[in-house]
């Protein structure tokens, strides 16, 4: 595959691995929750030094992790501080910005639009979009499904290099597919698995056109207030501000340094597990850039409400459901059992969700629709120094508790080539988004 740079980046590629807390002292947990009987579940002792250790490994700042289990008991517990250098804990209601969580919204709106007749997966994105290379020959789908390609803008050098230069630049949709369709397809539709956020800014501007309203007036009305989410949003462009309580975010590297791959060299690793290398703070860099494919900001227990829905139902009706569900494919059509991705969802190991990686922060959300085990991890750093993403370095520590050794899958469809245990397909897998250290999604 091309670099897939990605708005979330990245749930299934990389090694379990993770660094230390930047500078700041070993991170320690605070429980928030326990199990439905009012016992800690027997679960929790192993996860927390697990995770205190891979955060100090992998110069993780903080996390927030919730875990409901049916049969286990339910979780919750942050770690580590919301400020490098500060001892400032983290909140179970923190909001993080969810990168390329935003993706699986982008399609579920779509999806809708399909139930309504307003469109058809099948239609050419010709027919709503003109000038689009190839537009008369790639589908709605193979836009979802990340096989139109499409070259991703989050490539472009001259667009990484206005990330870093002026990060609270606004971007328009116009702006993104500009940079994207003045670069070569990358192959022909339908060849192969190549994840690219110009696919799903494409998709929001199908769904403004057809909708009359905002993407961000969509979602609300048609995701976020059926499910009661009121701390989950699309930000309108101009709006770079985070709802309070939020931590810090932080990314190493810059968008230009990252357009290859997230991992630093091998000394800067050293220096940034050590803390004596920061990252830089991306908190305030303005996300218009990722608008539809990873814009959206939201809390851990907003995102364990949506997932499950993603996956069990309750935003689509029967028949689409199904339709979405089994458009899951392995992201390497060699190896049946590598991370799965389809029409804005993904699969990772025994879950189905998808995660998101952006500066500053990196999420994961998934649910294994046997059990109703739900995972969702929020972190408050893009890529830990070897190049995985933060959450996804913890979410590999934390899957052989539940399901044994051998659950990790292989490969990432989210990750950019170069990221310690995914090269490319992508970086979603259950996934977001790739992109530079600044254009993660």
Same mark, same amino acid.
């Given at each position: 595959?091309?670099?897939?740079?990605?708005?979330?980046?990245?749930?299934?590629?990389?090694?379990?691995?993770?660094?230390?807390?930047?500078?700041?002292?070993?991170?320690?947990?605070?429980?928030?929750?326990?199990?439905?009987?009012?016992?800690?579940?027997?679960?929790?002792?192993?996860?927390?030094?697990?995770?205190?250790?891979?955060? *100090?490994?992998?110069?993780?700042?903080?996390?927030?992790?919730?875990?409901?289990?049916?049969?286990?008991?339910?979780?919750?517990?942050?770690?580590?501080?919301?400020?490098?250098?500060?001892?400032?804990?983290?909140?179970?209601?923190?909001?993080?910005?969810?990168?390329?969580?935003?993706?699986?919204?982008?399609?579920?709106?779509?999806?809708?639009?399909?139930?309504?007749?307003? @469109?058809?997966?099948?239609?050419?994105?010709?027919?709503?979009?003109?000038?689009?290379?190839?537009?008369?020959?790639?589908?709605?789908?193979?836009?979802?499904?990340?096989?139109?390609?499409?070259?991703?803008?989050?490539?472009?050098?001259?667009?990484?290099?206005?990330?870093?230069?002026?990060?609270?630049?606004?971007?328009?949709?116009?702006?993104? @597919?500009?940079?994207?369709?003045?670069?070569?397809?990358?192959?022909?539709?339908?060849?192969?698995?190549?994840?690219?956020?110009?696919?799903?800014?494409?998709?929001?501007?199908?769904?403004?056109?057809?909708?009359?309203?905002?993407?961000?007036?969509?979602?609300?009305?048609?995701?976020?207030?059926? @499910?009661?989410?009121?701390?989950?949003?699309?930000?309108?462009?101009?709006?770079?501000?985070?709802?309070?309580?939020?931590?810090?975010?932080?990314?190493?590297?810059?968008?230009?340094?990252?357009?290859?791959?997230?991992?630093?060299?091998?000394?800067?690793?050293?220096?940034?597990?050590?803390?004596?290398?920061?990252?830089?703070?991306?908190?305030?860099?303005?996300?218009?850039?990722?608008?539809?494919?990873?814009?959206?900001?939201?809390?851990?227990?907003?995102?364990?409400?949506?997932? *499950?829905?993603?996956?069990?139902?309750?935003?689509?009706?029967?028949?689409?459901? *199904?339709?979405? @569900?089994?458009?899951?494919?392995?992201?390497?059509?060699?190896?049946?059992?590598?991370?799965?991705?389809?029409?804005?969802?993904?699969?990772?190991?025994?879950?189905?969700?998808?995660?998101?990686?952006?500066?500053?922060?990196?999420?994961?959300?998934?649910?294994?629709?046997?059990?109703?085990?739900?995972?969702?991890?929020?972190?408050?750093?893009?890529?830990?120094?070897?190049?995985?993403?933060?959450?996804?370095?913890?979410? *590999?520590?934390?899957?052989?508790?539940?399901?044994?050794?051998?659950?990790?899958?292989?490969?990432?469809?989210?990750?950019?080539?170069?990221?310690?245990?995914?090269?490319?397909?992508?970086?979603?897998?259950?996934?977001?988004?790739?992109?530079?250290?600044?254009?993660?999604?």
């Amino acid at each position: 595959m091309e670099r897939t740079k990605t708005i979330a980046a990245s749930l299934v590629a990389a090694a379990v691995m993770t660094v230390a807390a930047c500078g700041t002292s070993q991170p320690t947990s605070t429980q928030s929750a326990t199990a439905t009987t009012g016992t800690e579940p027997a679960y929790a002792a192993t996860l927390e030094p697990l995770i205190d250790r891979l955060m *100090k490994d992998n110069a993780i700042p903080g996390a927030v992790v919730l875990i409901t289990s049916p049969d286990q008991g339910d979780w919750s517990a942050t770690f580590g501080t919301t400020t490098i250098d500060e001892n400032k804990p983290m909140s179970m209601d923190d909001h993080f910005r969810i990168g390329s969580n935003t993706k699986t919204m982008t399609s579920t709106v779509i999806l809708q639009l399909v139930q309504e007749g307003r @469109l058809s997966l099948d239609d050419p994105v010709s027919k709503y979009r003109p000038g689009v290379p190839n537009g008369d020959k790639i589908t709605i789908a193979q836009l979802s499904d990340m096989h139109s390609g499409l070259y991703s803008y989050t490539f472009d050098l001259q667009f990484n290099a206005t990330l870093d230069r002026d990060p609270d630049k606004v971007w328009t949709p116009d702006e993104l @597919l500009a940079i994207a369709f003045s670069h070569p397809v990358n192959f022909p539709p339908g060849e192969k698995f190549d994840y690219s956020n110009t696919n799903i800014i494409l998709l929001g501007v199908i769904i403004e056109q057809l909708t009359g309203r905002s993407a961000a007036e969509a979602f609300a009305q048609r995701i976020f207030e059926p @499910l009661g989410l009121e701390h989950t949003s699309l930000p309108a462009p101009a709006d770079s501000s985070i709802p309070e309580p939020h931590p810090q975010g932080y990314s190493f590297g810059t968008n230009v340094s990252t357009i290859d791959t997230y991992a630093l060299p091998a000394d800067e690793q050293a220096a940034a597990v050590a803390g004596t290398l920061k990252p830089n703070n991306e908190t305030n860099a303005n996300p218009s850039w990722a608008w539809t494919a990873g814009g959206a900001i939201s809390t851990v227990a907003d995102m364990a409400t949506y997932v *499950k829905a993603l996956v069990g139902g309750g935003l689509l009706d029967e028949q689409t459901q *199904k339709i979405r @569900l089994d458009s899951i494919q392995p992201t390497d059509p060699a190896n049946p059992t590598a991370a799965g991705y389809g029409l804005g969802i993904a699969r990772f190991g025994p879950l189905i969700g998808h995660d998101g990686q952006i500066p500053g922060f990196m999420t994961f959300m998934g649910v294994d629709p046997n059990t109703d085990l739900r995972i969702v991890i929020g972190t408050n750093l893009a890529t830990v120094p070897s190049g995985e993403g933060s959450a996804l370095t913890l979410l *590999k520590g934390i899957l052989p508790v539940f399901y044994g050794a051998g659950s990790v899958p292989a490969g990432n469809p989210a990750a950019v080539p170069g990221a310690t245990g995914g090269a490319s397909p992508t970086t979603t897998p259950v996934g977001g988004a790739t992109a530079t250290t600044g254009t993660g999604g």
